[in-house]
């Protein structure tokens, strides 16, 4: 049997799964809100063994966490220079609240579709 709980006379029961929290994900949020919150102010240059100690982590989940967090683009990586907190321009703003828009008002559009399916 497949089912963890069984019910009589019903469809198999929603159950949500225990969500479970990665090294990787821990750092990416962790710097993220750095970032944010000015802790890691733009055009700073970020120390890895500085960092990695005082979070407690190695290099390597730090190192991975960075190159996620400049994929994202808030982070660049500089050959010779190694990463840097992005400055963002005002462009870079706008751009981004437009994808925040668009992405806002595609689920409003959804949850009302739904809201109102029969």
Do not use: W, Y
Not at 66 to 95: C, N, Y
Request: overall charge negative; glycine content about 10%.
């Amino acid at each position: 049997m497949d089912n963890a709980i069984e019910q009589p006379g019903s469809e198999e029961p929603d159950i949500l799964k225990i969500s479970r929290h990665t090294l990787h994900g821990e750092l990416v949020e962790r710097l993220r809100d750095m970032i944010i919150e000015g802790q890691l102010p733009p055009g700073s240059r970020i120390n890895e063994g500085q960092l990695g100690g005082k979070l407690g982590v190695s290099r390597t989940p730090l190192r991975e966490a960075i190159k996620f967090l400049a994929s994202e683009g808030l982070i660049e990586l500089v050959p010779g220079r190694g990463a840097l907190v992005k400055v963002l321009t005002p462009r870079d703003v706008r751009e981004m609240l437009q994808v925040v828009t668009a992405l806002e008002t595609m689920a409003a559009r959804e949850a009302c579709r739904v809201a109102t399916a029969p």
